[in-house]
């Protein structure tokens, strides 16, 4: 896993072999593969993905006990804090996962990604045959306990896989690269519509729509896929009777309580700072207190504070992302972590959309915030390759126009 990072600074300088101090360990002379590993990471980067899990455990404890209770039966009762318990175990597996993949030089990432395209698109096209349905969607596939979403996981080894073909044009200008990334999102999108899944059907497309920004198409082209994504959307409009009542009552309204309705009234009932935790009562009428929702949960018992920490926290990966890329040369790593940061912030956007009554429901969690075991999992997949194709050597010189120490 690390041999190409040993060979890429060169043999142990004396003085650090085997028998080194504890001191020395992960200082800037260290060459051991943890060591080399600890500085060509983007520690900022680590650092904010990590407050934000944190963060998001804190939320689910609050979330839990909504979902918990409407869940409970007379046979069955749920635990107030069952599904935290669940997501500090999936925390757990996620985070090892996440630094692995870290760990691993760029080209190895790569691989990993483009092979996870390969075992999850297939596994999406199973889904309309082996999946199981839950609230009228048919999306996961079940496993004893828990369930297994397959679209996913198969978003941070798309953006990976688009960017890999994309990148073929500069050693052949004549391939049609954005023909072929045109036919894996079209089959991808036809894949979940069947589900249905209108959001993540949403979000393919804009890291899609990114991935040709970054890779310099024309503005004719740009604004041709653009349209197309109007007229998607109103045949998914015509076609599938939920996207029409949630976009119905997203633009008409209704007169009696929706889900919107809910959220923004929870999000809002606790003012600034909001009523503390465990004291929210509101988040008690929401169906999806620990995922869709979470956002207004947050609201409600931590105050809108709490829920601009959490959307400034998103901005300044997506900044930070934009920052590390500013000098990268190599287009396949500037356009996988562009499409990458497109879809953990573009999730991100549109789940505070929702909360915020700005977008119709979508049934899309809040990246690390919400309650979710393929979620978890696959943002830290997300998160590890981008961790992974954002490391650089801190002894090779930097781009003039960058400061040190990032």
Request: glycine letters at 10%; a positive charge; hydrophobic letters at 50%.
């Amino acid at each position: 896993m690390f041999g190409g990072l040993q060979n890429s600074i060169g043999p142990n300088p004396p003085g650090f072999g085997g028998k080194r101090d504890l001191s020395n360990r992960l200082g800037r002379g260290d060459r051991s593969p943890l060591g080399i590993w600890f500085w060509e990471l983007d520690r900022v980067l680590l650092s904010l993905i990590l407050v934000l899990i944190a963060i998001g455990l804190i939320a689910v404890a609050a979330g839990s006990p909504a979902t918990a209770r409407r869940l409970s039966t007379d046979t069955a009762t749920l635990s107030p804090l069952y599904f935290f318990y669940r997501q500090v175990a999936w925390v757990a597996l996620g985070l090892p996962l996440m630094f692995v993949i870290s760990m691993y030089p760029r080209e190895q990432a790569k691989r990993i990604a483009i092979g996870g395209f390969v075992v999850f698109l297939v596994l999406l096209l199973l889904v309309p045959l082996l999946g199981k349905e839950v609230n009228g969607a048919q999306r996961w596939f079940g496993l004893g306990p828990a369930s297994f979403q397959p679209s996913e996981f198969l978003k941070p080894c798309y953006a990976v896989t688009m960017a890999w073909i994309i990148s073929w044009r500069q050693r052949d200008a004549t391939i049609p690269v954005r023909s072929i990334t045109i036919v894996f999102t079209a089959i991808i999108c036809a894949a979940l519509m069947l589900q249905p899944d209108l959001g993540q059907t949403i979000l393919f497309c804009g890291i899609w729509f990114a991935l040709m920004m970054v890779s310099g198409v024309s503005s004719k082209l740009l604004w041709s896929s653009a349209a197309g994504g109007i007229v998607g959307i109103v045949a998914a409009y015509n076609f599938y009777s939920v996207a029409q009542q949630r976009i119905d009552a997203w633009i008409f309204g209704t007169d009696g309580i929706t889900h919107d309705k809910l959220a923004m009234a929870t999000l809002t009932a606790g003012g600034l700072v909001g009523t503390g935790p465990g004291l929210g009562t509101r988040k008690f009428a929401l169906p999806e207190a620990h995922t869709d929702y979470i956002f207004s949960v947050v609201g409600e018992e931590f105050g809108l504070l709490a829920c601009m920490v959490i959307a400034v926290l998103f901005f300044a990966i997506l900044v930070r992302v934009v920052i590390r890329m500013l000098d990268e040369q190599d287009q396949f790593i500037l356009l996988a972590v562009t499409g990458l940061a497109a879809q953990f912030c573009g999730q991100a956007m549109i789940n505070i959309a929702v909360n915020l009554g700005i977008f119709p429901s979508k049934g899309m969690t809040l990246p690390f915030i919400s309650y979710g075991g393929s979620s978890t999992l696959a943002l830290c997949l997300c998160c590890g390759l981008m961790l992974a194709l954002t490391r650089r050597n801190p002894f090779l010189d930097q781009s003039p126009y960058i400061g040190n120490g990032r």
